[in-house]
């Protein structure tokens, strides 16, 4: 008999999202299948848009995401580190999956250097700009424990809360004063 468990995003503020990871050794057939099914749950997500997935976002304790590329396909992206960050920053009005309907705004460099592993275990060096760069930095994020509303708190940004929706279907957001 199979045991077929059903991946769902861990909500915060369960735990889990709060776990430092550990290095993945070696990429195994396992993990690709999980990576598969990570990028299946994040193509669900809509409005908004999934464009990463952490690993922590579903109960796992490896140093691993999936990023959104522009081809709109999902690169995983085992051990990664930022090896520099850029003069230049932006702020972004950030989301999660395992936060919904709260967003804030966290100023990030708008360009990094990163290393990581591929799915065939190859290391990878390159420079990431704008929306990738903030995609790559989010997910590290989650990797290390943090939530993009420790950013906000940090840099004493605004936080909102989306209340609703207008006539014509787009949200109404609420500034959360903390």
Wanted: proline share 4%.
């Amino acid at each position: 008999m199979l045991n077929f468990q059903v991946m769902k995003v861990v909500i915060a503020p369960d735990q889990k999202l709060r776990v430092k990871t550990k290095l993945v050794k070696k990429v195994m057939p396992e993990l690709l299948k999980i990576i598969e099914q990570m990028a299946d749950l994040t193509k669900t997500y809509t409005d908004p848009e999934g464009v990463g997935l952490a690993s922590t976002q579903i109960g796992r304790d490896e140093k691993f995401f999936i990023a959104k590329n522009k081809q709109k396909e999902f690169d995983p992206v085992f051990n990664p580190q930022i090896i520099s960050i850029g003069k230049k920053t932006k702020v972004f009005f950030e989301g999660c999956l395992s936060i919904p309907n709260y967003y804030g705004e966290v100023t990030r460099p708008t360009s990094v250097k990163v290393r990581y592993m591929d799915y065939l275990g190859n290391l990878v060096t390159k420079t990431l700009t704008g929306i990738d760069a903030w995609i790559f930095q989010h997910e590290v994020d989650h990797l290390e424990g943090k939530l993009f509303v420790d950013k906000v708190l940090e840099q004493k940004s605004k936080m909102f809360k989306v209340i609703g929706r207008d006539r014509a279907g787009a949200e109404i957001f609420e500034e959360i004063i903390m």
